[in-house]
């Protein structure tokens, strides 16, 4: 059974300060991540995407992936009570067409 | 405006009463999918298609069938419901294979209660 774990949470972070989250997965063979964002009753939106090793930047985001170790993580820096949400973890395997996630780590950003 | 619709957004039935549930895009995607999600169970994909007439099997398809007529939509039928398909479901889009640097888009959920 594949799986992809994450910290459910909460996880609580002052404003300002740096946010890390984490995931992992059991399927080697996993091509691509994605993290979601998912407010209260929203759908989710995808935050960012990553398929190689190593860290990638967007704005205050930075996903960063460790194959070897099989997780990925994301960084939010300078962090802003907008950013209290549910984030999700997303992994593909095989044909790349189907999609697992992890159950979520919610976030909350104290002013 | 580009999005996802679905309907009902919220729908309260009984045990065997057939359901559908619509999705719609007006994206011109290829691809699509209806995932259900659960308290700590995260989301859990039902059924994708990458293209009319073209559908598989997610995670969870038990219970549950789809069909790809036109591109546009992408139905999720529920012949026999039976209380633990109890959920939120949810439906997505995006121009090529979810594992292409494409976005899924999703629709705003249908809440689903089966008495």
């Known amino acids: 059974q594949k799986e992809v774990e994450q910290n459910s949470g909460p996880l609580s972070v002052p404003e300002g300060a740096i946010a890390s989250l984490n995931c992992t997965y059991s399927?080697?063979?996993?091509?691509?991540f994605f993290w979601y964002r998912q407010y209260s009753g929203k759908s989710p939106e995808l935050i960012m995407f990553i398929y190689s090793n190593g860290d990638k930047e967007d704005g205050r985001f930075t996903a960063q992936l460790n194959k070897a170790s099989q997780y990925v993580s994301l960084l939010i820096r300078d962090s802003q009570p907008s950013d209290s949400a549910t984030y999700l973890c997303a992994v593909t395997y095989s044909s790349a067409s189907k999609i697992i996630f992890g159950s979520g780590t919610r976030l909350s950003i104290r002013p | 405006e580009a999005q996802v619709t679905q309907n009902p957004r919220y729908l309260i039935t009984v045990t065997g009463k057939k359901l559908t549930v619509t999705c719609s895009q007006n994206m011109n995607h290829e691809y699509m999918s209806w995932y259900r999600q659960d308290p700590g169970l995260g989301l859990r994909q039902i059924y994708y298609?990458?293209?009319?007439?073209?559908?598989d099997k997610g995670d969870v398809p038990e219970g549950y069938k789809v069909s790809r007529k036109e591109k546009r939509n992408f139905p999720l039928i529920l012949e026999s419901p039976s209380p633990n398909q109890t959920s939120l479901y949810f439906c997505?889009?995006?121009?090529?294979?979810?594992?292409?640097?494409?976005?899924?888009?999703f629709g705003p959920g249908t809440r689903l209660t089966v008495l």
């Open positions: 298609s990458m293209n009319v007439e073209v559908t």
């Open positions: 399927d080697r063979g996993s091509q691509s």
């Open positions: 997505a889009s995006s121009l090529l294979e979810v594992g292409n640097e494409d976005e899924q888009f």
